[in-house]
């Protein structure tokens, strides 16, 4: 149930969705995707990068093809979309030699034609930077290519929302929801809840809470990103991002890779047998010459290490604290929070992000390192896509609200083979006072933890 506490922080009677991502581009020597792990930005240098094979290889996606979320829909909510993206999304398939999916539908969701893509609303990356729209634009290429990336099979609805707004993407999401039941939806983006406190009128969070409540009933299952400034968002006070708050939305906090390689090259490799190298999340081997422009390329092989996201070089960190809005749900019960906390982790690095191609400045399009919480939530609803499938085969529906199952599994047995514990580092933001550390099990830096996908989509699909 919601509770409002009064006096914390400023009225607010209308709210704007921020997406939380961190992006640096390449620079225009840098040759695809010879350079992996190590890419050479056009501003930084030398900067660790991951193609969708190292990531899928690090968490331990299955490799079977059968395996691929066939059947399935993802739901990828944005403002304002983007003009290039049906083109984006044929570059990075071809790119990094990854299948079509099996549809791609353009829904605009605050339309009264919401299939008809002209009726979406026109982009102008250049203004409205009140509502970032050209960060809008970067959020959308993430969201589309890596949902897609992590479940090929899937069918990728993007859900574009007319602006910003409280209410423009509650009733872009009101629509998709009905459209599409028993879907998997991603939200890379949130607010403060410091914002949605006081006296104003929570119209708005009220309205987003009754969609996942009718969407959980319909069968869907709802990511949200826990954002990227810290446990405070610099402002004071420990708090959570909404929607990730909400008891039936998955919250995402953000890794980075341990170890952090912050010095524009790699930690040396092993010179035992097997032969072997890291750059922090992913392991690797070669032969292979970091940035070369010719093959052979680097290969991934498994999983390295993860500490909590906190890269003060950017300025940026995982969100992950005690909510202010929302008391314990009963999933969380008996793990010491005081009021509902995140839930699951994943990369989100920005020295360690994943590439995307974007092709709004027109031309041919260009390659961003992405990094930020915007990155699990859609590579989460990848994870969940594969689950669904697997449950399909087992004659089941659609897992639908994932928070009691993920709970589940991390009071058994299983935990410890379907999660990568976070033991390492905090969310305190440079500059800040306030701040969660890691520890073993549960916290409120990094949730449960980051997944082990080949094992966890298993007990997913037994639940």
């Known amino acids: 149930m919601l509770a409002v506490p009064l006096g914390i922080g400023p009225v607010v009677t209308d709210f704007n969705y921020k997406p939380n991502l961190t992006y640096v581009q390449l620079a225009p020597d840098t040759a695809f995707p010879q350079g992996i792990p190590l890419c050479k930005s056009a501003s930084l240098g030398n900067i660790v990068c991951y193609s969708p094979a190292f990531i899928k290889k690090a968490y331990e996606f299955p490799s079977t093809a059968t395996l691929d979320g066939s059947g399935q829909t993802i739901v990828i909510v944005d403002a304002f979309g983007s003009p290039t993206i049906t083109n984006d999304l044929a570059v990075f398939d071809a790119r990094f030699g990854i299948p079509a999916p099996p549809s791609f539908t353009i829904f605009c969701g605050n339309s009264p034609t919401p299939l008809d893509p002209s009726t979406c609303p026109t982009v102008n990356i250049n203004a409205n930077p009140k509502h970032d729209e050209f960060g809008w634009t970067i959020e959308t290429s993430l969201d589309v290519q890596y949902s897609h990336a992590m479940a090929p099979g899937a069918n990728i609805v993007l859900d574009v929302a007319a602006s910003s707004s409280g209410n423009a993407i509650n009733d872009a999401e009101t629509a998709a929801i009905a459209a599409y039941p028993g879907a998997i939806f991603s939200q890379s983006f949130g607010i403060p809840e410091i914002f949605l406190t006081g006296n104003g009128n929570p119209g708005q969070v009220s309205q987003a809470q009754q969609n996942y409540a009718n969407g959980v009933a319909k069968g869907d299952t709802f990511f949200a990103s826990a954002g990227d400034t810290g446990a405070d968002f610099g402002t004071g006070i420990g708090q959570a991002n909404f929607p990730g708050s909400d008891l039936h939305n998955t919250a995402v906090t953000g890794t980075q890779g341990l170890p952090y390689n912050a010095t524009g090259t790699l930690t040396p490799c092993t010179t035992s047998t097997p032969f072997s190298c890291t750059s922090g999340l992913s392991t690797y081997h070669g032969p292979c010459v970091l940035g070369r422009t010719i093959l052979p390329n680097c290969v991934p092989d498994g999983y390295g290490g993860e500490k909590v996201w906190n890269e003060p070089s950017f300025g940026a960190a995982t ?145």
Request: proline fraction near 6%.
């Open 319 to 463: 969100g992950g604290a005690p909510s202010l809005l929302f008391g314990v749900p009963s999933y969380q019960s008996g793990l010491g929070l005081s009021a509902r906390g995140p839930d699951v982790a994943y990369n989100a690095a920005i020295d360690g992000g994943v590439l995307v191609v974007y092709g709004g400045f027109g031309g041919a399009p260009v390659t961003f390192i992405v990094g930020g919480t915007s990155a699990g939530s859609p590579q989460w609803a990848g994870i969940a896509a594969l689950a669904n499938q697997a449950r399909a085969m087992l004659s089941k529906g659609p897992i639908g609200d994932l928070n009691p199952v993920l709970y589940s599994i991390y009071h058994s047995a299983r935990y410890s083979t379907d999660f990568h514990d976070i033991t390492v580092g905090n969310d305190q933001l440079v500059g800040s006072s306030v701040g969660f550390s890691a520890g073993a099990r549960y916290d409120v830096a990094s949730g449960i933890g980051s997944p082990v996908v080949d094992h966890l989509i298993v007990d997913i699909a037994a639940a």
